[in-house]
């Protein structure tokens, strides 16, 4: 691939590669309709608070403002101070997004760093590490990030990305590694470390870029996980609820009596948003499985032999891999997963 | 060792990591909870103060490690002391009166929602491409939904403007919680609505893990086999698919446990259903830590329990698991 593609000023004009139009074709609609709801509230969020002719905190004191449904002068209708609730919706929209992708970043990083290491370094750290791992996933996050908050005397956005991340990262750790497992075995990767790569360039050159569908996925999952959880979080009131997010809204509208008072255009924006971003995710995500699952879409098609190792558990292809070599310990280690179950007797993995 | 033994010794050790991170937290964080909960409820004893200096490790009574045993005695005892904004009552007491609620709603309306939502899986994964395919998307909108938010939607929808259901609350006021019929008859009707939140909210998940694992499992060989031998098809799809296919699902079952069972405790809030997240949400607000740090615990603890209960299922319904056991 050393052709030079041409680039020139106006890339509009530039034709398209036939991989990338073919990669946009070939996503299952399911995807498209996701990505392009996502990005209207990505373009919501980055031109929406520009866009808003009041403040979202000003207290308008006018008679009649209070509780407005919504007309032409408020679209969305005031709050019970009389809060422009369409400005907030548009500046939640943005920091509720702001922190959703922080906390995707920082936690898909920490989940391919652990998967990765897990996978790679094997043996004892392996089974230390997906030890770990297990018990973070089985320990309730939302309850444990409420005692995290609740003792932090400052609930800002930061303090909140810091903790959300250091609790989202499990799941995808548990695919990247069984990803990363089967990606070390394979030929390309032996052949780079007998030409005397340094690991560091095995992880970063070989193997994480053969991981992208799946980082990708599981990137979908944590920012989804953290929406709900911000929003849960803000709504029994931790959380900054001096600035407007989606769930500080929601906080506000239930401490304030709006469903009492009938005021739904108090509540319903911000809920409604939370489950249209939260509807986008979901569809982008089932998308990217179809994608790299030929059988969820077709079944026992001619392409579905390719597939044939995939355990039905495995939501993206996570390809067989041979199991590692255990040392005692780590063996010793391994007998205490649920997965252990489904070994066979003479050390062969998996469940076929 | 048997693989539950083996499970059951996982369990502890994460309930133990959970109980560590308990006690670590409030040591850790900047701040000092003791006198914010003093300038909070100027009426609690100088020992209750001390109690709470030693609970939440601030005055330093004695080394972390004799803190640290000492927390894990109260702990072992179901000892979480003295709960500082219904003071004196004690935390347990206060637990003992949410958890029954919470359990039993949740508990439930989750049993229902994996068994409705399985049972839609099985015939989306049959039936590829049929009706049901088509109301996934609309289910995964509802999945999306936080459950308060679908608590408060359906609050408005049938109860404060269809009167079909009651606004919130546990029972009707002034009857006397009890085993008889008028307050049975009661609980039972005010916990419908929250009931079909759950229910309503997890479906979709549910629902959609199974289409995908029938799916994969009908690409086996094995249920081509069975096709070509002339099985009948509820044969095929229940004996040689279905079957295979819930193994999988009851452990996805297991892992997405703990998101339920959060989602499910903030829904409690917006019907002031009387559980443990109402609890959990008047611990919140009036910085009454003790009582946050309990209501983790138990929450925690739970969601093992039911995990190990899942691994207890998991082993009865795999033959290979029972096969495993035996030569064990």
Do not use: C
């Not at chain 1, 760093?113 to 309730?140: M, Q």
């Not at chain 2, 049901?132 to 049938?158: K, N, R, S, W």
């Not at chain 2, 040689?240 to 079952?253: C, D, S």
């Amino acid at each position: 691939m050393t052709v030079a593609l041409p680039v020139s000023a106006e890339p509009a004009t530039v034709p398209e590669t036939p991989q990338q139009l073919g990669l946009w074709r070939r996503l299952p609609t399911k995807a498209k309709v996701g990505a392009v709801m996502m990005g209207v509230f990505i373009l919501a969020a980055i031109i929406g608070p520009l866009l808003t002719t009041y403040d979202p905190s000003f207290q308008n004191p006018a008679p009649g403002l209070s509780l407005h449904p919504p007309d032409a002068a408020h679209l969305l209708g005031t709050t019970q101070s009389g809060q422009d609730v369409l400005s907030q919706l548009l500046v939640g929209i943005r920091l509720t997004l702001e922190l959703a992708l922080s906390v995707g970043v920082i936690a898909t990083v920490l989940s391919v760093v652990v998967g990765v290491a897990a996978a790679y370094l094997g043996g004892i750290w392996d089974e230390v590490l997906s030890l770990a791992t297990n018990v973070f996933l089985v320990i309730p996050a939302l309850p444990l990030l409420i005692i995290l908050l609740g003792y932090l005397p400052q609930k800002g956005q930061l303090a909140t990305i810091v903790v959300l991340s250091g609790l989202g990262w499990p799941w995808g750790a548990r695919l990247i590694r069984a990803q990363t497992l089967a990606i070390r075995g394979r030929d390309f990767v032996a052949a780079s470390r007998e030409t005397g790569e340094p690991t560091w360039r095995i992880l970063a050159v070989e193997i994480v870029p053969n991981e992208v569908s799946l980082i990708a996925a599981s990137f979908v999952n944590t920012v989804l996980y953290a929406i709900g959880a911000s929003v849960a979080l803000a709504f029994i009131g931790l959380a900054d609820l001096t600035s407007w997010s989606l769930g500080s809204m929601l906080y506000w509208a239930q401490s304030q009596q709006a469903l009492q008072l009938g005021a739904w255009w108090w509540f319903v924006p911000p809920g409604l948003a939370v489950a249209l971003i939260g509807t986008a995710l979901v569809l982008l995500n089932t998308g990217i499985d179809e994608l790299g699952n030929p059988r969820l879409r077709k079944a026992g098609g001619a392409g579905a032999g390719a597939w044939r190792g995939l355990r039905p558990t495995d939501p993206t292809p996570v390809l067989q891999a041979a199991p590692p070599r255990r040392g005692r310990l780590a063996s010793f280690l391994h007998s205490f997963s649920r997965s252990s179950l489904l070994d066979d007797h003479n050390g062969r993995g998996g469940t076929r | 060792m048997s693989f539950i033994v083996r499970r059951v010794i996982f369990y502890l050790v994460a309930a133990w990591v959970a109980l560590t991170i308990n006690f670590f937290i409030p040591r850790a964080m900047p701040g000092n909870a003791v006198q914010a909960i003093m300038a909070k409820f100027p009426n609690l004893t100088p020992s209750a103060y001390r109690a709470l200096e030693a609970m939440l490790g601030v005055g330093h009574p004695g080394s972390i490690w004799h803190q640290y045993w000492a927390y894990l005695v109260n702990v072992s005892h179901l000892n979480f002391g003295t709960d500082v904004s219904q003071y004196p009552a004690s935390v347990s007491s206060l637990l003992a009166q949410t958890i029954p609620w919470t359990i039993t709603l949740v508990g439930t309306a989750t049993v229902i929602a994996f068994a409705i939502g399985t049972a839609l899986g099985i015939m989306a994964g049959w039936r590829r491409g049929g009706w049901l395919d088509g109301v996934l998307p609309g289910l995964m909108f509802f999945q999306a939904m936080p459950y308060f938010f679908l608590a408060l939607i359906l609050l408005e929808l049938l109860a404060v403007r269809a009167h079909i259901f009651p606004i919130g609350q546990g029972y009707t006021g002034g009857l006397v919680p009890g085993w008889h019929w008028d307050f049975i008859n009661s609980a039972v009707y005010h916990s419908l609505l929250p009931a079909l939140t759950i229910v309503i909210a997890s479906i979709a998940g549910w629902m959609l893990q199974m289409r995908n694992v029938m799916l994969t499992t009908i690409g086996e060989d094995y249920v081509l086999a069975a096709q070509a031998k002339g099985l009948p098809d509820h044969r095929v799809v229940w004996t040689y698919a279905t079957r295979n296919a819930l193994l999988p699902q009851l452990q996805g079952f297991g892992l997405a446990l703990g998101f339920v069972v959060s989602g499910a405790i903030v829904m409690e809030i917006v019907f002031s259903y009387p559980g443990i997240g109402l609890l959990l949400l008047n611990a919140v607000t009036s910085n009454d830590y003790p009582l946050m740090q309990a209501i983790f615990l138990v929450i925690t603890f739970a969601v093992l329990l039911a995990n190990l209960i899942v691994d207890m299922i998991i082993v009865v319904a795999d033959p290979r698991a029972r096969a495993r056991e035996g030569a064990r």
